[in-house]
């Protein structure tokens, strides 16, 4: 067992599947630099050379239509986009094309291409260097959408994507690059095997996350259970296609729901988690109504102040769970 | 200012009217180019028929007078190879496999199709040819083929890909982020420009301020020859010369073939664009034919008998005719399909 930190453990799955596979290469913005994409591909180029691992053009486009085209002729190419901003300029090859190449050509063919979206916030960035777009993606058919919670699946996770048949978009946090876990040797898993984990038990209210809103979750939960409250934590590490089955278990359980989402409200995954939960359990399942803690719907702002009421915090999450265990307790007099 | 280069007398639709000139060309090649020209154009009007009488409800882009393009540069290309396509490709298909029934079949959303019954005239698919697919959103295929391009030119080999796009797609930001991430990273990719000098409604001149394509090549140090496209032995001279280049280079060319299409952006009728009433000069660019030019060469120079081509396309209509029968008696995609299909492990 090691001692790792997420932006390791994505390193770590680059490493392993540079080794193992010779049909994997890496394209994308300033991987001969570190400045762009921190520790998370440190030294790789050097390690399997510049033919493995492109530093490429200005052209978000272009480069990741590319590595879709050489996906389709025998390839496992990742795409690194070092903020997921600037992948809005790829939006054909991932949506219209990689994601449906498989079905629109009867299944005789398919993408293995990985895109791996990089969000990166925070430090008055502004509007257009700090969205979380994934919601966008998971509302895509025949795109499978990962975003690791954990070290260990940053790399486990990273590995799966790359040896799936379809094409996904792996997004990754810079918010967690210094989150540590302890992980086994690396190995290969399925990542259609792969789904929503309960990582903390607890009776009285679930709570449920993907990449860094599972940490904060994780966090607010651990801070609980000191108090006395009991918090079950599910990551749900992949959200398309979205596994409902265990939180759909969980929340018949704990009878409380609350979703964590680093995204906006409208049309969001918060709001995708509770009415697909909700339609799987009889009405009156609940003894409080189900929340949603995500972003406000404005565009991320510049100004330090702003900044500091915009970004989800543990004490939203906090109120949000008082208010629901406190409703909870009305109920139960 | 600096003047911008012209198309000149290739975009002149007086101009190369008469019989193409086949000195010195190989006739079994020749002879084989008549007749996948005529196949591909008694597919195509085979399907205007159907959709006429509404057989056919899927939307198709005929290229009926661009068919020498394809055929000519199709004879330089190996199965190994990767080609794509976009919206207006049956003779990029048909000109790689003369699968006439995948393609009918395809059209009419049949399950034995060439992309299984999924795809439409706009998708088809033929991987044991190399045709990796065509996709009707416009310059899409460009990158993806330049990265097919980077994967050939990982293997190591002499394959090379193969993108058809048209002069509209010229227009779009990542046919000039292709051409510069080709240049640079030296990829052994063929862009085959069918200037047709009409997107779906507008002339060139309404949209760029000059009307040849090939200025974008020169801008990215590619290689490139602008090449009357409805002449076929010109089609193929270029194509081996582009294409022998590629595969020993492994670098890319550019080809700007000139040709203009009968038939109206979709659909049926060649009177109308997308509701635009068609140019004046329509009648006269027909005269441009790929076909009777080169069918008419072939008579005068003895090289084949009136009898012989009506020969040649009788068995044309039979083979139409057959498939197409065939094609109406298929069977459909079960309701599965639109399930199973969405990823390969459920």
């Given at each position: ?5 997420y ?27 570190p ?29 990741t ?17 070092p ?46 260097h700090?969205q ?18 954990t ?12 040896l ?36 903390k038990?607890?009776?009285d ?82 003894a ?46 | ?58 939307p ?16 330089f ?33 049949k ?5 299984k ?48 796009f ?149 068995s044309?209509?039979?083979?139409v ?21 969405v990823?390969?492990?459920?």
């Amino acid at each position: 067992m090691q001692k790792i930190t997420y932006a390791d453990g994505i390193r770590m799955g680059f490493e392993y599947l540079l080794e193992n596979h010779k049909e994997v290469f890496v394209i994308g913005q300033g991987l001969w630099s570190p400045w762009y994409v921190g520790s998370s591909m440190r030294d790789l180029d050097k390690k399997f050379g510049r033919e493995r691992v492109i530093d490429s053009p200005v052209s978000e486009f272009a480069v990741t239509a590319s590595a879709l085209g050489a996906s389709l002729c025998g390839y496992r190419p990742v795409v690194v986009h070092p903020r997921i901003d600037f992948m809005v300029f790829a939006m054909d090859p991932i949506v219209n094309q990689a994601a449906k190449w498989r079905h629109m050509f009867g299944g005789q063919t398919s993408a293995p291409v990985t895109f791996r979206a990089i969000i990166n916030r925070g430090g008055e960035q502004g509007a257009q260097h700090s969205q979380s777009l994934h919601s966008w993606f998971a509302h895509i058919p025949g795109l499978r959408v990962v975003m690791p919670g954990t070290a260990a699946d940053a790399r486990d996770l990273l590995i799966a994507s790359v040896l799936c048949d379809d094409p996904v978009m792996y997004i990754d946090d810079r918010w967690s690059y210094d989150m540590e876990d302890t992980v086994a040797k690396a190995k290969p898993v399925t990542l259609e095997d792969i789904g929503p984990l309960v990582r903390k038990e607890g009776t009285d209210i679930t709570l449920v996350g993907a990449g860094f809103s599972y940490r904060l979750a994780r966090e607010v939960a651990d801070e609980y259970e000191a108090e006395g409250i009991s918090c079950e934590v599910i990551d749900l590490r992949v959200i398309n296609p979205l596994k409902y089955d265990t939180i759909v278990a969980s929340v018949n359980k704990t009878k409380n729901l609350c979703v964590v989402d680093g995204g906006w409200k409208t049309c969001g995954l918060g709001g995708e988690i509770i009415a697909g939960v909700m339609e799987k359990l009889p009405v009156g399942s609940l003894a409080s109504a189900p929340k949603r803690v995500t972003l406000t719907d404005a565009p991320a702002p510049t100004s330090a102040p702003l900044e500091k009421i915009y970004y989800t915090t543990k004490k939203e999450i906090r109120e949000a769970i008082n208010t629901q265990l406190q409703s909870h307790k009305e109920t139960i007099k | 200012m600096k003047q911008l280069k012209e198309l000149g007398i290739l975009g002149d639709p007086q101009a190369f009217h008469e019989a193409i000139s086949i000195e010195g060309a190989d006739v079994a090649f020749l002879k084989s180019a008549l007749y996948d020209i005529s196949l591909i154009r008694a597919c195509e009007y085979h399907l205007r028929d159907g959709m006429y009488n509404k057989t056919i409800t899927c939307p198709c882009h005929l290229c009926v007078g661009q068919e020498a393009i394809a055929v000519g540069i199709s004879k330089f290309l190996q199965k190994t190879d990767r080609v794509f396509g976009a919206h207006r490709s049956h003779a990029h298909f048909l000109a790689i496999n003369r699968d006439v029934y995948g393609l009918f079949a395809e059209v009419l959303g049949k399950v034995t199709g060439a992309s299984k019954g999924m795809g439409g005239s706009m998708h088809l698919f033929d991987g044991d040819n190399g045709f990796k697919g065509s996709v009707p959103i416009v310059g899409a295929t460009i990158p993806i083929a330049t990265g097919a391009g980077l994967a050939a030119k990982m293997d190591g080999g002499d394959d090379i890909a193969v993108t058809y796009f048209g002069d509209a797609a010229c227009e779009e930001g990542p046919f000039h982020e292709s051409l510069n991430l080709a240049a640079n990273m030296k990829l052994p990719v063929l862009y085959v420009c069918e200037n047709n000098l009409a997107s779906s409604h507008m002339h060139i001149s309404l949209r760029q301020p000059t009307d040849t394509m090939a200025r974008f090549a020169e801008a990215h140090t590619i290689n490139n020859l602008v090449v009357e496209g409805n002449n076929v032995v010109e089609v193929a001279n270029a194509a081996k010369q582009a294409i022998d280049y590629i595969r020993e280079t492994r670098k890319p060319f550019f080809l700007e073939m000139v040709t203009y299409r009968w038939s109206g952006h979709v659909g049926p009728t060649e009177d109308s664009d997308v509701g635009v009433k068609r140019a004046a000069t329509h009648v006269v660019w027909k005269n441009r034919d790929p076909l009777r030019r080169l069918s008419e060469a072939l008579l005068n120079s003895g090289q084949i008998t009136q009898l012989e081509i009506d020969e040649m396309n009788n068995s044309i209509k039979k083979i139409v005719d057959e498939n197409w029968e065939k094609a109406l008696a298929a069977p459909f995609p079960e309701d599965h399909a639109l399930l199973d299909l969405v990823y390969t492990k459920n």
